[in-house]
């Protein structure tokens, strides 16, 4: 058991955590940062982040172990691969539980992210790593020469077809309306690519595998017409689910499971925030988590004044 009580303790290590540990930090709060994971959240599984302010390209891995390195000039005690088993985020003093300490904190910064949604379709859970992929830059080098899909119509669908175009030889972007809602010049960029053949007005309903994925079943949601498509390889990309599993029952949620903030990240609990992605926000994005995390700093300080009970150094 740690024997520290922290001023704040950050669940969740990507760009909205790590924000609020340097905000945390720099107004003097005793703070932890613990992460199932290694720090730096999930851009660094994804290629480059072009609409980060001041920043051209940038590789999301660059930018997250920058955020990191920033972090570093401070006090901040770091708890990489801690898996959490449980959050009391109901009294003054709040306790998280992970697999080999026990931690207690004034205020809790909850910053755990999203993960991709499933397409709930059979085959698609046994065949995860044998052909079923949620991270084009983890697993794309596998498919070169190969032919794949990837399923989905928003910003990262689109940027993750175009990044499977430098191995696979075909990438057949499979989506269920007519028309994509990615940003304009991304969709731009995407007409230019002779490797990506759209598919639209179409779900995918099977995935069949032997050892590894050899097809797909996709329906055509306006005839109804089912098809059989060759491939190596699908993705897909429709969205994200918030990981809030921990606090449910304690925390309140929107009918999406993501966690309701006022404009201050105050959540329902006392002395509980939430930032970036796990919360309901309008944009989610690395600009928008960091944001968050500079506001819920602040704001985890001023509540540990108002209620006199920071603790000293
Ligand atoms: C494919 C893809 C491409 C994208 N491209 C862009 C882009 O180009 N530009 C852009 O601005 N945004 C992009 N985004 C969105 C951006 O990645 C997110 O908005 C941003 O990472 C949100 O930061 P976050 O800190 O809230 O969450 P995350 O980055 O998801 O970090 C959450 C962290 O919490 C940890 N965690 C999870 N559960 C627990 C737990 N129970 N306990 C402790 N820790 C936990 C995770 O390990 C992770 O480190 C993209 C997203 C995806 C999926």
């Given at each position: 058991m740690?024997?520290?009580?922290?001023?704040?303790?950050?669940?969740?290590?990507?760009?909205?955590?790590?924000?609020?540990?340097?905000?945390c930090a720099r107004a003097n709060l005793k703070t932890a940062i613990?992460?199932?994971?290694?720090?730096?959240g999930t851009p660094v599984n994804y290629c480059e982040i072009?609409?980060?302010?001041?920043?051209?390209?940038?590789?999301?891995?660059?930018?997250?172990?920058?955020?990191?390195?920033h972090v570093d000039l401070f006090d901040v005690e770091k708890f990489p691969y801690e898996e959490i088993e449980s959050v009391d985020l109901t009294s003054p003093i709040k306790k998280i539980k992970t697999l080999n300490n026990t931690f207690e904190a004034k205020t809790i910064i909850i910053a755990t992210g999203a993960k991709a949604k499933k397409l709930n379709v059979k085959g698609e859970i046994d065949n995860i790593g044998k052909g079923v992929s949620y991270c084009a830059v983890c697993d794309g080098a596998f498919y070169k020469d190969k032919v794949v899909a990837v399923v989905g119509g928003g910003n990262s669908a689109l940027e993750e077809a175009m990044y499977l175009c430098q191995f696979a030889k075909k990438v057949y972007?499979?989506?269920?309306?007519?028309?994509?809602?990615a940003d304009s010049i991304i969709q731009e960029r995407l007409k230019q690519n002779k490797k990506i053949e759209p598919i639209l007005n179409s779900t995918v309903e099977e995935i069949l595998a032997d050892k590894q994925v050899n097809s797909i079943r996709i329906k055509n949601v306006l005839s109804g017409k089912i098809e059989l498509l060759k491939l190596d390889g699908i993705f897909p990309y429709i969205g994200i689910t918030p990981n809030v599993e921990l606090f449910i029952n304690q925390i309140e949620t929107d009918e999406k499971g993501f966690i309701k903030t006022d404009i201050n990240m105050k959540t329902s609990a006392q002395g509980v925030f939430a930032v970036g992605d796990i919360r309901n926000t309008p944009l989610?994005?690395?600009?928008?988590?960091?944001?968050?995390?500079?506001?819920?700093?602040?704001?985890?300080?001023?509540?540990?004044?108002?209620t006199k009970e920071k603790v000293r150094r």
């Open positions: 740690s024997n520290k009580i922290f001023d704040c303790i950050i669940l969740g290590g990507g760009p909205a955590g790590l924000s609020s540990a340097l905000y613990i992460d199932t994971s290694a720090l730096g072009e609409n980060y302010l001041g920043f051209n390209k940038i590789k999301g891995f660059e930018l997250c172990s920058r955020f990191e390195e972007l499979i989506h269920r309306r007519d028309t994509f809602r989610r994005q690395v600009i928008t988590a960091v944001s968050d995390g500079a506001i819920a700093g602040v704001e985890a300080a001023r509540y540990l004044m108002t």
